[in-house]
Structures are given as C-alpha cells and as structure tokens.
C-alpha cells in the first residue's frame, strides 16, 4: 500500500525549517548556498556527506555548522593514522565488581558524527565504517548495537595528492550519498568573511534550528514524498547510462540508485513539492554521482574528469516525456 502524501501544512513546515537551517549555516559558510543546501538535502535523504577539498576552505566548518545547528548528540573523530577501529565502534570491557563485559560505545553512537580527514586514517580504521553507514549498526564481540536515529556521518578529506592521505576505497565511497568541495570563496565573500570571523568564532553565534526528532520526523514526511512511475525508471535509466558509457570503467551500483531516488525526494520536499521531478534527479546527478564512477585510462589520458562525464550522461539520457 502506497503511503499517503505529504500534506501542505507538513511541506510547509518542512520548508521553513530547511530555509532556517539554510539562512543558519550560510551566516557561517558565505558564498556557498548550493553547497549548504546539498548538506541539508542529504540529512534528509538519510544519508552521509564527504566534503573533499584542499586545506583551510571550510570543510570542517560545514560540518560543525550542520550539526550546532540541530540539537541533537554530536561526536567528533579525528582520524589520525594511529586511530584505532575500537575508537570509532566501541569496545567490550571487562568489569571486575560485576565479572562480566560490558560494552562502551565508540565515537559513533550520536545522530550526527563528524570524521575529520577521514583518509588519513588507516584502511582498517576506515573498514570501520562500513556497518554502521550501511546498516545503522556496530557489531563488537559478536553483539550488535543500534545506531541512533537519526544518524549522519558528515566527513572531511584532502585530495588524495596531498601528504600522507590514503585512498578510501570504492565500497565506502559508494556509502557516501553525496560528495560536495567547498572550493574558494569569491573575493567579495572572503572579505566579508574577514569582517564576521576575524574577531570571534562563527559557531559561537550558531543556534540550533531544530533537534533530533524534528529532523525525524522531516525525514518521515520526505519518505512520503510521491516519484512516479516514470520518474523512477529515469533513475534507473540514468544509472543504467553511467555503466555503458565509454569513458566509465565502474558504473552507479544499485545503491547510488537508491540514493538518487531518496535525495530527488528530499530536494523535491525542499522546494514545497510533493512529488519528484526530472529535474530534481539532473540537480543532483553530479554530487551523487560522480564519486562513485571510476573511468577509464583513456578517459583520464583525455583529461575528462567524472563530473564532466557524469553531466554527459545526463545529456545523453532522455527525460520522460520529452521527445
């Protein structure tokens, strides 16, 4: 049984936040609204964010902004290449007044986690991740423990040209729903920038929107949001076109698919909409996307680069409706 849409009092609601939220981070990150809003589409998508860029652009300012501005549990890991898998998942300790073990959570039990430079860690310290980003769980000592809902993992990382970064592998990219770069900021908003930050933190004045179960319960009504028949296969189509295409040795998994469909739903409730567009899928393509492909020798040696290959896709593959 298909659920019942949104209602216009829930889009509303739903919209007025988003734009709280949005006018709260940009008071932070200046110049960066396209940025801000993919940041808030993911956290009501249910997915995880990867902000890569070179140092000192802000990226771990976006997610610090984020999760000051919903008051719900926050943890921090700075992943170093000494951090430990037991650091991020937890670890079973032995209790001596009791003589049994009992379980102490790691970093990640919190609605929203930030991972700072998540590539210079280890890969067995990043394999850590892989569970609870998929599964919203921790498995320590053949015990499984839940994840709290919401959850949102928010991680940096540099260019993996830059010293002492590791390459994070294709399965946990592809558990990333989207990837975002910052970049640098206009002239006119870096001096802006220099007048509000120079003097005193930014995240100082941040007030949260709204808390845990606000966000909750604006993902339920994003759920709700109605894709089509139509809308659907072209998702699949889209998908479908990055694992045929010439210059793409690795194309969209399912699950990229599956998050396409899930943010579209989120941007289209954004804009007070209860039902997924075509264009909600070609706004998102390349932040969804173009992590996840790998392309080929030839394409690289041509200097193609994945989000240009990505928006060729789009190009490419035929809206419905459209002749």
Known sequence: MRPSAPTTSELEHLVEVGER?????????????????????VMLAEGHLLVEDVPGVGKTMLAKTLARSVDASVRRVQFTPDLLPSDITGVSVFNQDNRVFEFRPGAVFANVVVGDEINRASPKA????????????VTVDGQTHALPHPFMIMATQNPVEMEGTYPLPEAQRDRFMARVSVGYPDPRAEVEMLDHHGAASPLDDVRPVTDAEGVAELIRVVRRVHASEAARRYVVDVAAATRSHPAIRLGASP????????????RAALAGRDHVLPDDVQALAVPLLAHRIILTSEAHVSRLTPAGVVEDVIARTRVPGRR
């Not at 394999?127 to 599964?135: G, I």
């Open 126 to 137: 990043q394999s850590a991740l892989l569970e609870c980003m998929e599964e919203h769980q």
């Open 255 to 266: 699950r990229a698919t599956l998050h396409v469909l899930r943010a579209a739903r989120a």
């Open 21 to 41: 939220l949005a006018a709260t981070m940009s008071a932070v990150i200046e110049g960066k609204p396209e940025v801000v809003r993919t940041a808030i589409t």
